[in-house]
């Protein structure tokens, strides 16, 4: 069965960091593009990065470009995020995505079902 599980979260105070996992099973993880979404209760949920199938491109929410990093390693179908200068606005639900989409426009997609950040003094 298809299976996202992610790993890594907890608690932090301002200015740390986390690293955070996303190990997959049962689809073919190296032709999907790989998400980090985040959501608070009464808020929308948000991107906060994306890589594509190849690694070769990127995409993060301004509100942590420059702090967070997003990368995979196809091999071991897992695919990571790492979360430096953390800020209280970070706290969150993050959750892992993985999205195809095929030459007729199909979209396949799989959620994990989160783990909690909280940053706080």
């Known amino acids: 069965q298809v299976q996202l599980v992610e790993s890594g979260g907890g608690s932090v105070q301002p200015g740390g960091s986390l690293r955070l996992s996303c190990a997959t099973s049962?689809?073919?993880?190296?032709?999907?593009?790989m998400s980090w979404y985040r959501q608070t209760p009464g808020k929308e949920r948000e991107l906060v990065a994306f890589?594509?199938?190849?690694?070769?491109?990127?995409h993060y929410a301004d509100s942590v470009k420059g702090r967070f990093t997003i990368s995979r390693d196809n091999a071991k179908s897992t695919h990571f995020l790492q979360m430096n200068d953390l800020k209280p606005e970070d706290t969150a639900m993050y959750y892992c995505?993985?999205?195809?989409?095929?030459?007729?426009?199909?979209?396949?997609?799989?959620w994990g079902l989160g783990t909690q950040v909280t940053v706080s003094s």
């Open positions: 995505f993985a999205a195809l989409v095929n030459q007729r426009g199909t979209l396949t997609d799989y």
């Open positions: 890589i594509t199938n190849n690694g070769l491109r990127t």
């Open positions: 049962g689809f073919g993880f190296s032709y999907y593009t």
